[in-house]
Each structure stands twice: as structure tokens, then as C-alpha cells.
């Protein structure tokens, strides 16, 4: 059965505030172990990530301090394992104008746990 709305929506927060958590702490493998083994990963540098250490590499090379801050714009339940969202992300960092972006993410239920299968800034 998918989630309803609400449920979709409650689901994504808790896994994008332990992404922000992650990358507030700069810990690259903390980062990256919340996304999938596989995921497709486009950050703001050229070229897709395809695995966990792509991902960790990419937040490897982001200033230290960096904070995201996100508003979900469209949330939806695809199926039972399955979650699409459209947000608006501003990242800060210390001494840097904050960039503004949108990110699409894609978030699939493995096990137990809400990952990262799809990033796209």
C-alpha cells in the first residue's frame, strides 16, 4: 500500500534531515551511507556519481560548514518502497553567499531504511 501525502512527506524529512545532519558534519562516509549502493548522483560539478564513493568523493571537494536548508515543494508516494520529491534547497557555508537550488530526489525503502536513490541539483 503507498503512503498517503502526509506520510510520504513525514518520511522524506526524516531522511533528508539526517542527509543535512550528515553533510553539516562534513563526514563523507556518514554522507554517503544514506544513499543506495547504486544511486545516480548530479551535484553542481559535471558528470553523475553512480556509487557511495562517487557521492563521497563529491561532498569531499564541498567547504566545510556547509548547511543545507530544505523546503519541499511536491511530494509523492510512487508506490510502497518509492518516493519522489521536488524541493527547494538553499545551501550556506561560512564566509559564502548561499546558493540557492531545487533538487529532485528519489528515495527507495531498502530494509528498513529510507535511502537516497536519485540526487539532482
Known amino acids: 500500500m503507498n503512503a498517503t501525502e502526509s506520510e510520504a512527506r513525514d518520511i522524506l524529512t526524516t531522511a533528508l534531515n539526517r542527509w543535512g545532519a550528515a553533510v553539516a558534519t562534513g563526514d563523507t562516509a556518514r554522507i554517503a551511507d544514506l544513499y543506495t549502493a547504486t544511486p545516480v548522483f548530479q551535484g553542481l560539478r559535471p558528470g553523475p556519481e553512480r556509487d ?9 571537494h564541498q567547504p566545510i560548514g556547509l548547511t543545507p536548508t530544505f ?6 508516494a ?6 519522489l520529491a521536488f524541493l527547494a534547497v538553499d ?3 561560512p564566509g559564502r553567499p548561499v546558493v540557492a ?9 531498502v530494509d528498513d531504511e529510507w535511502l537516497i536513490e536519485h540526487y539532482h541539483v
Not at 557511495?52 to 569531499?60: E, L, P, S
Not at 523546503?71 to 509523492?76: A, C, I, K, N, S
Request: hydrophobic residues 45%; aromatic residues 10%.
Open 52 to 60: 557511495r564513493a562517487g557521492v563521497a568523493d563529491y561532498y569531499a
Open 101 to 109: 537550488t531545487h533538487l529532485t530526489v528519489l528515495l527507495t525503502r
Open 78 to 83: 510512487l508506490g510502497e518502497h518509492t518516493i
Open 91 to 93: 545551501f550556506a557555508a
Open 71 to 76: 523546503t519541499p515543494l511536491d511530494v509523492r
